[in-house]
């Protein structure tokens, strides 16, 4: 027997929009709004199709949050900030030490990489 559920969707841009589906669970109520995007337009603010929704959490009737489902684009964009850190973090360590196994050319060649990705990530 089917329950209701409250789907809310967002999608890369800061767009947040729900919708109720019947669905026999949580995954399947997730499945069924993935494959309802005219309504999940219709519903959001300011949305268009150009944004694809990545993350989608589940309620039950009473409102309660029971599942979460973030795509890998929004799991990357969650752990960016991390990531980023442990990258500087990295950068400034080998800039500090040099490791004794690594040549001058590899570590030099290493801190190029890192200073590439940082301010790529830093101008995005």
């Given at each position: 027997m089917t329950k209701p559920?409250?789907?809310q969707a967002w999608c890369l841009r800061p767009?947040?929009?729900s919708i109720d589906v019947e669905?026999?669970?949580p995954q399947e109520a997730i499945a069924t709004a993935r494959l309802e995007t005219a309504r999940l337009l219709d519903a959001a603010e300011k949305?268009?199709?150009a944004y694809p929704w990545d993350e989608f959490a589940v309620y039950d009737y009473h409102g309660n949050e029971i599942?979460?489902?973030l795509d890998e684009t929004a799991r990357i964009r969650d752990g960016a900030s991390t990531l980023l850190w442990a990258l500087e973090y990295v950068r400034a360590t080998l800039k500090l030490r040099h490791i004794d196994e690594a040549s001058d050319e590899e570590v030099?060649?290493?801190?190029?990489?890192a200073d590439k990705i940082i301010a790529t990530v830093?101008?995005?």
């Open positions: 559920y409250t789907v767009f947040i929009t669905a026999d669970s949305c268009n199709s599942l979460r489902v030099d060649e290493a801190l190029e990489i830093r101008s995005a």
